[in-house]
């Protein structure tokens, strides 16, 4: 003890400096606190649920260099979200932040994604967020980005590891808002319906099936359902959707979780009866949704827009910052239903049809013209 105490009085101001910065590397290196809430921004940072635990990173001085690790691509949803992170990262309340951004796509292979990550943390990014093909096989990123001190964020198809933050809308809801809509428009006890997944494996595909069928099981009445892959992609959906009409149709509806012009499109073509329909928010949608609701397509919107990335990114420089987050952001999502559906706002007829609405965040105070969006490069 009187070796340690005379040490102690030698240690120089210069020592205890290092001493202080080794500390902080120790605290880095252990990956996030646990804490209380309430966190930073409730208003915007809204916690999933009462007993969703808050994350708190020591304080880290900017401006940031943060990643998007995107899987998937084929599809105009993914194509916005990139622009869209673009466009906010430039926006003169964030780029003070921000030292470099930049988003890489790797398809739908699991293992270059999760290479991409792992070089980003190589790489001395202080952020990595990810769009994620897979929930699974990302334990040993989460280790190596909280030992290295970085602040990893998944949305949209979300990693399931509690050790890293997840900014994402109620998934399973989308799909019981689907049903419970076609089922209020199909007067009988039962039917065919046809429902156009997504790509097998990502989250929200198999979160929104979930909720879909939970909610027609619920119902007591007999539904007889033709499930079909279409990637969530325009062009793949109208094919499978094309298909399974010639196959398996005519049906009582028809829920689409993307690519839902590609589906209406093929309803149109086919020459059999318009029947309702559940898709996602593409701005076409909307324009046939309205243009042939008097012949019988009656259509649900629900989803949130590419925008969410933007709530993903300000949550990370929030967490950089030293702030309380979330483990898990809960987002609101856009419903708009038949035959309350109004140009202007569920849809805009001077955008482009590739064009996702509900990207602004007002409690997030994040918002984007059109051309905001469009102009920047993918």
């Not at 993914?78 to 926006?91: D, H, N, S």
């Not at 943390?121 to 990810?130: C, H, K, L, N, P």
């Not at 040993?140 to 001190?149: E, F, L, R, S």
Request: charged content about 20%; hydrophobic content about 45%; overall charge negative.
């Amino acid at each position: 003890m009187r070796y340690t105490a005379r040490l102690r009085q030698c240690v120089s101001v210069g020592a205890l400096a290092a001493a202080s910065l080794t500390l902080s590397a120790v605290a880095f290196a252990a990956g996030p606190a646990v804490v209380g809430g309430p966190g930073a921004e409730p208003g915007c940072f809204k916690p999933a649920a009462s007993d969703t635990k808050y994350f708190q990173w020591p304080a880290k001085a900017g401006p940031y260099r943060i990643a998007l690790d995107n899987g998937f691509i084929a599809n105009d949803w993914r194509v916005q979200m990139i622009k869209t992170a673009k466009a906010y990262v430039a926006q003169d309340s964030v780029k003070g932040d921000i030292k470099d951004f930049k988003a890489i796509s790797t398809g739908l292979d699991t293992a270059a994604q999760v290479a991409a990550a792992n070089n980003f943390i190589d790489q001395g990014y202080d952020a990595v967020i990810v769009d994620a093909v897979t929930p699974n096989a990302w334990a040993p990123v989460i280790k190596k980005a909280n030992d290295a001190g970085v602040v990893l964020i998944s949305f949209d198809n979300v990693i399931e590891d509690p050790n890293q933050v997840i900014v994402n809308v109620d998934q399973p809801s989308l799909g019981v808002v689907a049903a419970k809509f076609l089922m209020s428009q199909i007067n009988k006890d039962g039917g065919k319906l046809l429902e156009v997944r997504g790509p097998a494996g990502n989250t929200v595909d198999r979160d929104r099936n979930d909720g879909f069928h939970k909610a027609l099981d619920a119902s007591g009445k007999q539904w007889d359902v033709t499930e079909v892959v279409g990637n969530w992609a325009p062009g793949d959906a109208q094919k499978v959707t094309a298909d399974a009409l010639a196959v398996n149709g005519p049906f009582d509806g028809i829920y689409v979780q993307g690519g839902s012009q590609g589906a209406a499109q093929a309803l149109l073509d086919s020459g059999k009866p318009l029947v309702p329909m559940s898709g996602e928010t593409e701005n076409v949608f909307g324009k046939l949704c309205t243009k042939y609701a008097d012949k019988g397509l009656h259509c649900s919107f629900g989803g949130t827009g590419p925008g969410q990335v933007a709530v993903a990114i300000k949550v990370a420089i929030a967490a950089l910052k030293g702030n309380k987050v979330p483990q898990n952001v809960a987002l609101p999502t856009s419903i708009a239903l038949y035959p309350d559906i109004k140009a202007g706002r569920d849809f805009f007829p001077d955008l482009p049809d590739s064009f996702f609405v509900g990207n602004n965040f007002d409690a997030c105070k994040i918002g984007f013209t059109a051309d905001e969006i469009m102009s920047q490069q993918q």
